[in-house]
């Protein structure tokens, strides 16, 4: 099995990278600021079952074919850029309650954790990236490379849980407060349309 210290350098990075500005980490902060942090902790669970997939994706080999398949990568970006205009459109038409309640529409913790799920998936460039990135902490001579594969993409998923529950409670507080407005939600609602529509352009721009 992989060597205790090459664990801990991979733990490391993954907390850094988990850290970095990204679609994820910003999806997280705009769900938890409008619906509360058990919102953006449930997008987070989401997120995470998505990294199974591209784990699995990396594993079996499913992640090569969006490197080497110009169509199939494109189709699962343009499927991902569509929802996230889908959720730019609801945000953007999101009313407002009364400053004396501080909570609005909430939606279901399946809605949310369904979403964490497509975000992440339809984004091809996730298994590109843990195609390129966890090979890299593997070594032939210590096992089977499936179950090394495996084993990284859990302890990222963990990384991810830390980094993204703590965004998740910090934005859930400070959108608690901006909740207890009716101009402050229309302005939230507006920030998240804008940078839902944001990370579309930016799926749409993508390149293998």
């Known amino acids: 099995m992989i060597d205790s210290g090459i664990l801990l350098i991979f733990f490391t990075t993954s907390i850094l990278l988990a850290l970095s500005p990204g679609p994820d980490n910003l999806f997280v902060m705009t769900q938890a600021a409008q619906q509360g942090r058990t919102a ?5 669970l989401g ?9 699995a994706a990396v594993t079996f080999g499913l992640a090569a074919l ?4 110009a169509e199939a990568f494109t189709l699962l970006k343009f499927v991902g850029a569509g ?3 889908y959720l730019a459109w609801l945000s953007f038409r ?3 309650v009364a400053s004396a309640a501080p909570t609005i529409n909430l939606l279901s913790s399946a809605t949310l954790y369904r979403r964490g799920i ?22 032939p001579a210590r096992g089977a490379l499936s179950a090394q594969l495996l084993l990284l993409g859990v302890i ?6 830390i980094v993204f529950g703590a965004i998740s409670i910090l934005a859930g507080f400070f959108g608690e407060q901006f909740r207890k407005s009716e101009f402050a939600q229309k302005v939230l609602n507006r920030a998240a349309a804008s940078i839902f529509s944001g990370l579309a352009l930016k799926l749409v721009l993508a390149q293998r």
Do not use: E, R, W
């Open 40 to 44: 953006g902790l449930l997008v987070t």
């Open 47 to 55: 997120l995470c079952t998505g990294l199974l997939f591209h784990t």
């Open 66 to 69: 969006f490197k080497a398949s």
């Open 83 to 85: 929802y996230l205009l």
């Open 94 to 96: 999101a009313g407002t």
């Open 118 to 139: 497509i975000m992440n998936i339809t984004n091809p460039k996730v298994s590109i990236f843990f195609l390129a990135f966890l090979p890299q902490f593997t070594d």
């Open 156 to 161: 990222f998923i963990i990384a991810t849980v």
